[in-house]
């Protein structure tokens, strides 16, 4: 049984990478959903495959070195099941949900943005190609979006290349290049990481306004919680390549269970607070050199023998609250059991 | 931490000049630093925030001349006596370099890739000839140590490190000449909070071992409040308020202080009156800045005077210690950093 509002479903998704090294885990058996113009943000440390899971969303991971190795992407097509994952990344119908359905915009815009397109030239590319629009109603448009995400002088500037944009100006083009569609899945991969505080507030902002404009769904990939507190409705706490605690928002922040949401909590500077940082010692692993059990094991202060031995079950704390962690079944579980 | 000035900065200037054509002659410059004025105070931790661009790495630069000030005076207290370092010669220059050491912003690229942990570490020290080989190692590891990092990473390279190990290699090299003066740009902003958090201790730690005096330059005003006692706020190579800590953050008195302290993500839904501040625009460029007040393009009290006249860093409320530039300081009631954190927590 399916949500009637259900979008997206990902189902124990596992993304590897094959290099010289030997195999890079970089998404292990990820699942979680999204209804409808909803905000789930993904948030972890750096190399916890916040954006390998990004791009695997849109079918974008980088080949010939990543596949998807296990599990599914179901989409939503107005209702119908579409498996994303069993479609050619390259194929036709994968390119048309990419431009009529999807849109992805990265933390460097330059990334998406050609150099040696004038921003109009690319919006309208996109328009045509997607939207059969002719020259004269696509420039119309890209005018339009521009205006949209709040670029001065749009008419003009729609005429202007990327480097003549400053970095924030860029990522707006981005964004209107990306909603010139009318998608309903938004997937953002630090939109706003490489931007000051005014011009991030003014995107995040504008997200959330273009949002309950079209009943998007939005994906927020971000390294900083507080920035994830701002805009999600629901936040995924990743941990190489695990999901190790979704919840909504509001029990993140005030009933964090899992230890390492707990620590990323306690690791923010918060305004007025003078308690000293609480830092995780030792770092991610290498998704290539997994430790056996509990990939947190080594870092993680509440550790036994059996997180050393056995990967953690999911357990559910409350509806829609759920973590990966023994430590939560000793103390919770067990106890009433 | 003492009220006695350890380096007092006085109308300091850099203008980098704009080459165009095959003659590259000169064509204009940016105004990177525009008559800044400051004091660093003995022991205390000095903080610097702004927007990018707004000159605050060239201020770190220019004070201790790892780029030639343009303009301005800056003067180094050393036993007792106040010496303008802009007319130091080179060997006082030499002199002056172990007392003052900067760590940077990049982990990646402030590290030679070629050079050992060991060479890294001990460079300082052989530069300035102390100590015989054997010792200069002894220092190195115990060096180390003092940073957190293992004896044994002693022959390794930057790139066999993560992020956070690799800037304590670049703190370990800053303090080996045991520096009164640490100038930390950007030190903790390319880092995971995790590790941030980690450096950010360590800064302090080092601070009450050896009683450094610390300025340090960011951009997240949330890593700047848990580290600085003082803080000084820059817009366009100017410095727009001088403030506690305190002040700052519960009675800010420069507009674009109100809207930095707005935009600072906070990780929860506001309400009402904590809704967010959103600053149009974005910084004009400092070849070409704005006439009167630098801010008048962006400010929500702009008026005709901000538009001619520039306003000078004055003391506020007769206070010495808090200063801004604005030309109405004591009429705008500006939000503080509390009012704009009102949050739901109803659940809704
Ligand atoms: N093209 C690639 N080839 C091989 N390995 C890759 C590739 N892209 C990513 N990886 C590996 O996958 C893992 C997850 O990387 P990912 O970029 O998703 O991290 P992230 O969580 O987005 O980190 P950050 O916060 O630094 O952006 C890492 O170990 C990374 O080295
Ligand atoms: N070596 C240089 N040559 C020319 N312009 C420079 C140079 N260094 C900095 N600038 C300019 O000076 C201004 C201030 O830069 P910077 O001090 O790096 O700012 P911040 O550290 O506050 O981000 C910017 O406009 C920058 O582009
Ligand atoms: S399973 Fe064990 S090691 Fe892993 S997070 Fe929980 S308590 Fe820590
Ligand atoms: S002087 Fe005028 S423009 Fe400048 S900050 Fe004050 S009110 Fe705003
Ligand atoms: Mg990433
Ligand atoms: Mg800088």
Same mark, same amino acid.
């Given at each position: 049984m399916t949500e009637p509002n259900r979008l997206v479903e990902v189902n124990d998704l596992e993304v590897v990478f094959d290099t010289v090294e030997g195999r890079t885990h970089a998404v292990n058996g990820v699942s979680f959903s999204m209804d409808a113009g909803e905000t789930v943000g993904i948030v972890g440390e750096s190399g916890c495959g916040k954006s390998v899971m990004s791009l695997a969303m849109l079918q974008l991971v980088p080949r010939p070195h990543g596949k998807i190795a296990r599990g599914s992407i179901i989409y939503y097509q107005r209702g119908k099941a579409v498996e994303i994952t069993k479609l050619n990344p390259t194929g036709k119908a994968m390119r048309a949900l990419r431009g009529n359905e999807m849109a992805m915009i990265f933390q460097e815009p330059m990334t998406s943005l050609n150099p040696v397109y004038t921003i109009g030239e690319q919006i309208m590319e996109v328009l045509r190609l997607h939207q059969k629009m002719d020259n004269t109603r696509a420039k119309q448009r890209a005018i339009e979006m521009l205006e949209k995400v709040g670029v001065p002088d749009a008419a003009q500037r729609v005429e202007e290349y990327p480097h003549q944009f400053s970095g924030g100006m860029r990522q707006r083009a981005m964004i209107a290049m990306a909603l010139s569609c009318t998608p309903n899945l938004l997937v953002a991969d630090e939109?706003?990481?490489?931007?000051d505080v005014t011009i991030e507030a003014q995107i995040l902002e504008l997200l959330a306004e273009l949002q309950r404009d079209i009943n998007m769904a939005v994906l927020f990939i971000s390294h900083d919680l507080k920035v994830i507190g701002e805009i999600a409705d629901r936040v995924i706490v990743m941990y190489a390549g695990w999901v190790v605690e979704e919840a909504m928002r509001e029990d993140i922040f005030q009933n964090p269970q899992h230890p390492y949401t707990r620590s990323l909590l306690a690791a923010i500077p918060r305004i007025g607070r003078r308690e000293r940082l609480v830092s995780i010692p030792g770092r991610v692993p290498s998704l290539s050199q997994l430790p056996p059990g509990c990939f947190f094991a080594p870092r993680c202060p509440a550790a036994t023998d059996q997180c050393r031995r056995e990967e953690p079950q999911v357990f559910t704390v409350n509806q829609g609250h759920t973590v990966k962690c023994w430590n939560y079944w000793d103390k919770e579980v067990q106890k009433t059991s | 931490m003492s009220t006695e000035t350890l380096m007092r900065v006085s109308n300091l200037k850099k203008y980098f000049p704009i080459r165009k054509g095959v003659l590259r002659r000169v064509a204009g410059h940016v105004k990177a630093v525009d008559d800044v004025s400051f004091q660093i105070r003995q022991g205390e931790t000095l903080g610097m925030v702004g927007e990018s661009g707004c000159g605050k790495s060239t201020t770190g630069r220019s004070i201790i001349r790892l780029i030639e000030p343009t303009a301005g005076s800056v003067k180094y207290r050393t036993a007792g006596q106040e010496e303008e370092i802009t007319h130091f010669n080179k060997t006082q220059m030499k002199a002056f370099r172990q007392r003052v050491q900067m760590v940077f912003q990049d982990p990646f690229s402030s590290l030679?890739?070629?050079?050992?942990v060991r060479d890294t570490v001990s460079e300082p020290l052989f530069v300035h000839r102390m100590g015989s080989q054997k010792e200069r190692t002894e220092q190195v590891k115990e060096l180390l140590q003092t940073v957190g990092l293992s004896v044994t990473h002693l022959n390794r390279f930057p790139h066999q490190f993560s992020g956070g190990q690799r800037q304590r290699i670049g703190i370990a090299r800053a303090l080996a000449l045991r520096p009164e003066l640490i100038i930390c740009d950007e +030190?903790?902003? +390319?880092?995971d909070v995790s590790v941030q958090a980690q450096i950010l201790n360590l800064l302090q730690d080092l601070q009450s071992e050896f009683g450094l005096t610390y300025m340090f330059i960011a951009h997240d005003l949330s890593v700047i409040d848990y580290i600085s006692d003082r803080i000084v706020v820059m817009y366009l190579g100017k410095i727009v308020e001088v403030a506690t800590k305190q002040q700052l953050y519960d009675n800010p008195s420069h507009p674009y202080t109100e809207a930095l302290l707005g935009a600072i993500p906070i990780g929860e839904k506001r309400v009402g009156e904590g809704k967010r501040l959103l600053l149009g625009g974005t910084v004009p460029s400092p070849a070409n800045p704005p006439p009167g007040c630098t801010f008048h393009t962006r400010c929500p009290y702009a008026a005709d005077i901000c538009r001619q006249k520039e306003p000078v860093l004055e003391s506020v409320a007769n206070s010495g210690d808090h200063q801004a530039a604005c030309h109405f300081t004591t009429e705008l009631e500006l939000k503080s950093f509390y009012d704009f954190s009102q949050v739901d927590r109803s659940g809704a």
């Amino acid at each position: 049984m399916t949500e009637p509002n259900r979008l997206v479903e990902v189902n124990d998704l596992e993304v590897v990478f094959d290099t010289v090294e030997g195999r890079t885990h970089a998404v292990n058996g990820v699942s979680f959903s999204m209804d409808a113009g909803e905000t789930v943000g993904i948030v972890g440390e750096s190399g916890c495959g916040k954006s390998v899971m990004s791009l695997a969303m849109l079918q974008l991971v980088p080949r010939p070195h990543g596949k998807i190795a296990r599990g599914s992407i179901i989409y939503y097509q107005r209702g119908k099941a579409v498996e994303i994952t069993k479609l050619n990344p390259t194929g036709k119908a994968m390119r048309a949900l990419r431009g009529n359905e999807m849109a992805m915009i990265f933390q460097e815009p330059m990334t998406s943005l050609n150099p040696v397109y004038t921003i109009g030239e690319q919006i309208m590319e996109v328009l045509r190609l997607h939207q059969k629009m002719d020259n004269t109603r696509a420039k119309q448009r890209a005018i339009e979006m521009l205006e949209k995400v709040g670029v001065p002088d749009a008419a003009q500037r729609v005429e202007e290349y990327p480097h003549q944009f400053s970095g924030g100006m860029r990522q707006r083009a981005m964004i209107a290049m990306a909603l010139s569609c009318t998608p309903n899945l938004l997937v953002a991969d630090e939109p706003t990481t490489a931007l000051d505080v005014t011009i991030e507030a003014q995107i995040l902002e504008l997200l959330a306004e273009l949002q309950r404009d079209i009943n998007m769904a939005v994906l927020f990939i971000s390294h900083d919680l507080k920035v994830i507190g701002e805009i999600a409705d629901r936040v995924i706490v990743m941990y190489a390549g695990w999901v190790v605690e979704e919840a909504m928002r509001e029990d993140i922040f005030q009933n964090p269970q899992h230890p390492y949401t707990r620590s990323l909590l306690a690791a923010i500077p918060r305004i007025g607070r003078r308690e000293r940082l609480v830092s995780i010692p030792g770092r991610v692993p290498s998704l290539s050199q997994l430790p056996p059990g509990c990939f947190f094991a080594p870092r993680c202060p509440a550790a036994t023998d059996q997180c050393r031995r056995e990967e953690p079950q999911v357990f559910t704390v409350n509806q829609g609250h759920t973590v990966k962690c023994w430590n939560y079944w000793d103390k919770e579980v067990q106890k009433t059991s | 931490m003492s009220t006695e000035t350890l380096m007092r900065v006085s109308n300091l200037k850099k203008y980098f000049p704009i080459r165009k054509g095959v003659l590259r002659r000169v064509a204009g410059h940016v105004k990177a630093v525009d008559d800044v004025s400051f004091q660093i105070r003995q022991g205390e931790t000095l903080g610097m925030v702004g927007e990018s661009g707004c000159g605050k790495s060239t201020t770190g630069r220019s004070i201790i001349r790892l780029i030639e000030p343009t303009a301005g005076s800056v003067k180094y207290r050393t036993a007792g006596q106040e010496e303008e370092i802009t007319h130091f010669n080179k060997t006082q220059m030499k002199a002056f370099r172990q007392r003052v050491q900067m760590v940077f912003q990049d982990p990646f690229s402030s590290l030679d890739p070629r050079m050992s942990v060991r060479d890294t570490v001990s460079e300082p020290l052989f530069v300035h000839r102390m100590g015989s080989q054997k010792e200069r190692t002894e220092q190195v590891k115990e060096l180390l140590q003092t940073v957190g990092l293992s004896v044994t990473h002693l022959n390794r390279f930057p790139h066999q490190f993560s992020g956070g190990q690799r800037q304590r290699i670049g703190i370990a090299r800053a303090l080996a000449l045991r520096p009164e003066l640490i100038i930390c740009d950007e +030190a903790v902003s +390319a880092l995971d909070v995790s590790v941030q958090a980690q450096i950010l201790n360590l800064l302090q730690d080092l601070q009450s071992e050896f009683g450094l005096t610390y300025m340090f330059i960011a951009h997240d005003l949330s890593v700047i409040d848990y580290i600085s006692d003082r803080i000084v706020v820059m817009y366009l190579g100017k410095i727009v308020e001088v403030a506690t800590k305190q002040q700052l953050y519960d009675n800010p008195s420069h507009p674009y202080t109100e809207a930095l302290l707005g935009a600072i993500p906070i990780g929860e839904k506001r309400v009402g009156e904590g809704k967010r501040l959103l600053l149009g625009g974005t910084v004009p460029s400092p070849a070409n800045p704005p006439p009167g007040c630098t801010f008048h393009t962006r400010c929500p009290y702009a008026a005709d005077i901000c538009r001619q006249k520039e306003p000078v860093l004055e003391s506020v409320a007769n206070s010495g210690d808090h200063q801004a530039a604005c030309h109405f300081t004591t009429e705008l009631e500006l939000k503080s950093f509390y009012d704009f954190s009102q949050v739901d927590r109803s659940g809704a």
